[in-house]
């Protein structure tokens, strides 16, 4: 079946410092991998996709993350977090046969300490 | 920015009752999604919809749950007797393409079944 695993449930990071969020997905045909983040009392924002092509990915406010099928991980990374990036962050798999069924991870939240 | 609207923002129930939530998706999109989040759980698909049918739907989504789009703007999840286990955040999403492409998230409804 398929699954979205994001073992960090919270992770502390000093501001300025970097940021690796982990997920790990099982999936049997080609992902297709999403990172979303949710601010208080918002709805979830995507925050950048991977389909196919070029491994590394980047998307808005600076993030990027990596696929990497030998480990069946797609991680999100930041080389310097702000204090606005408090948030939490869902890891996504898309399924079905439309493919507009998205598996979500539980989600790690991420707090910015100064 | 165009975005997802959904009212309320948070409904208070009593077992056994029907609640409707509503949702707005963004004008020029046609398909349209929801998802729940049990606290402290997973985010998790319920159901896609697009040319007034049913595209997709998860096992959760059983008789006591429907969709309908009303009219040109309106999305609306139906809940016919709800029990205590229905409480959760309810997200509502809406995409200009199938497959794999942006979802973008409504705010959420939080639903309280007593």
């Known amino acids: 079946a398929q699954s979205v695993t994001q073992p960090d449930i919270h992770i502390t990071v000093s501001e300025g410092a970097s940021l690796e969020l982990r997920c790990n997905y099982s999936?049997?045909?080609?992902?297709?991998l999403f990172w979303y983040v949710q601010s208080p009392g918002q709805g979830l924002q995507l925050l950048l996709k991977?389909?196919?092509?070029?491994?590394l990915v980047q998307g808005i406010k600076g993030f990027e993350a990596e696929f990497k099928r030998s480990q069946s991980s797609f991680n999100l990374r930041k080389p310097s977090v702000h204090w606005s990036d408090a948030a939490e962050y869902f890891c996504?798999?898309?399924?079905?046969?439309?493919?507009?069924?998205?598996?979500f991870g539980k989600g790690t939240t991420l707090s910015v300490s100064s | 920015e165009p975005e997802v609207t959904q009212t309320p923002s948070h409904q208070v129930t009593q077992m056994g009752q029907e609640v409707i939530l509503r949702c707005v998706p963004i004008?020029?999109?046609?398909?349209f999604y929801w998802y729940r989040q049990i606290l402290g759980q997973k985010v998790e698909f319920l159901v896609s919809?697009?040319?007034?049918?049913?595209?997709?739907k998860s096992e959760i989504f059983d008789d006591q749950f429907s969709v309908e789009r009303p009219d040109g703007s309106n999305f609306t999840l139906k809940i016919r007797s709800t029990k205590l286990e229905d409480s959760a955040m309810y997200f509502c999403?809406?995409?200009?393409?199938?497959?794999?492409?942006?979802?973008?998230f409504g705010p959420g409804t939080r639903l309280t079944v007593l």
């Open positions: 999403a809406s995409s200009d393409t199938p497959s794999y492409n942006e979802q973008f």
């Open positions: 999936y049997g045909a080609t992902p297709y």
């Open positions: 991977y389909f196919s092509g070029d491994t």
């Open positions: 996504a798999v898309g399924v079905g046969q439309a493919g507009t069924a998205l598996i």
């Open positions: 004008s020029n999109h046609l398909y």
């Open positions: 919809f697009y040319n007034n049918e049913i595209s997709e």
